[in-house]
């Protein structure tokens, strides 16, 4: 896989015959494109690892291009690196980017919009140490201390795929995806054949990773005593579209199973603007998805479905 071209700082150099002997339970990804609004977010991060037991490196993904001094950050946090991205990347790469430097195979992602309430790994292990661990996902609260709901059901709606999140309480709670950018992922289930899209909205980047990792044969939980603070806005549900992302999500995961012909009408319309507006990246975009290898995966559509929305009674 392709990544992106960074440089590094971090205080591991001091530490390299110590490195060598540890086994680190976790490694945080804390993506941040403004430091200096990151204090309270790298803060929760501190009072996570300094209650820890194990040992947690901290990697920091850093998009801000103002230079700081750093022996602050190499003081507070005993293992912690400070990576600096060249040119223009997306959440794509920023992930492959941070799956591929963590030394453990328990790998949090979050950005400087979370806060961490509370992260206790053994209350948490169960759902780590199982086979089929592939997300997990936090309890999520907005900034008035209320529950956002971010465990997703999934439908197929006109031979798409729609969302619905809801926050219920069952001992396991199934999830189409991370709707947030905050879980911990399993770093064994990554195989360089999970081809992901490039995808300028997060969203979508989400989805697609989410869907894929259920495809083979793992799945997404929220654990309700891993829990955050999200400082953003609440993002909406994934509905009938005609923008290209969703339909491109379409075309590469769902087209081979569900029919979607009924949809190519209003694509094959918007094509044509595009055209007469020469917007031939929208074209071309449309042309690498339709013609995607398709993917053979052990467990099938539906039975996916059925997973994940089987704690909706009627």
């Known amino acids: 896989m392709a ?18 002997k540890l086994d680190f339970l976790l490694s ?18 501190y009072s996570f690892i300094n209650e820890s037991k194990h040992n947690v490196e901290l990697i920091i993904i850093n998009l801000d291009k103002i230079t700081y001094n750093y022996e602050k950050l190499f003081s507070t946090f005993p293992f912690v690196r400070i990576l600096f991205i060249k040119g223009k990347v997306k959440i794509k790469d920023l992930f492959l980017l941070g799956i591929e430097e963590a030394r453990s195979k328990n790998v949090l992602f979050l950005n400087q919009d979370f806060e961490i309430i509370n992260l206790d790994f ?37 031979g798409l795929l729609t969302t619905n999140s809801i926050d219920i309480i069952e001992t396991t709670i199934y999830s189409l995806y991370a709707k947030y950018f905050c879980f911990i992922v399993n770093k064994n289930i990554f195989i360089e054949n999970m081809e992901l899209y490039d995808y300028e909205n997060e969203d979508y980047f989400l989805l697609e990773l989410g869907y894929k990792i259920w495809k083979n044969g ?17 993002k909406e549900d994934i509905q009938l579209s005609n923008e290209l992302e969703y339909i491109i999500f379409n075309l590469r995961n769902i087209s081979n199973h569900i029919n979607t012909k009924g949809r190519f009408f209003y694509l094959l319309l918007t094509m044509i603007k595009k055209f007469l507006l020469l917007d ?19 467990v099938e559509d539906f039975e996916i479905m059925s997973i994940i929305n089987k704690e909706i009674t009627s």
């Open 3 to 20: 990544l992106p071209i960074y440089s590094e700082v971090s205080n591991f150099s001091l530490k390299k015959n110590e490195i060598k």
């Open 28 to 45: 945080c990804v804390f993506i941040t494109d403004n430091l200096s609004s990151s204090i309270e977010s790298l803060n929760s991060i």
């Open 122 to 158: 053994e209350l948490i292990n169960p759902y780590i140490s199982e086979l089929s661990f592939g997300i997990v996902i936090p309890l999520i609260f907005n900034e008035e201390e209320e529950i956002i709901p971010n465990t997703v059901k999934m439908n197929y709606n006109k």
């Open 218 to 234: 793992f799945t997404i939980t929220q654990a309700r005593n891993f829990k955050v603070v999200y400082k953003g806005n609440e």
């Open 280 to 298: 031939f990246n929208y074209i071309s975009s449309i042309k690498k998805a339709k013609k995607r290898k398709k993917e053979h995966y052990p």
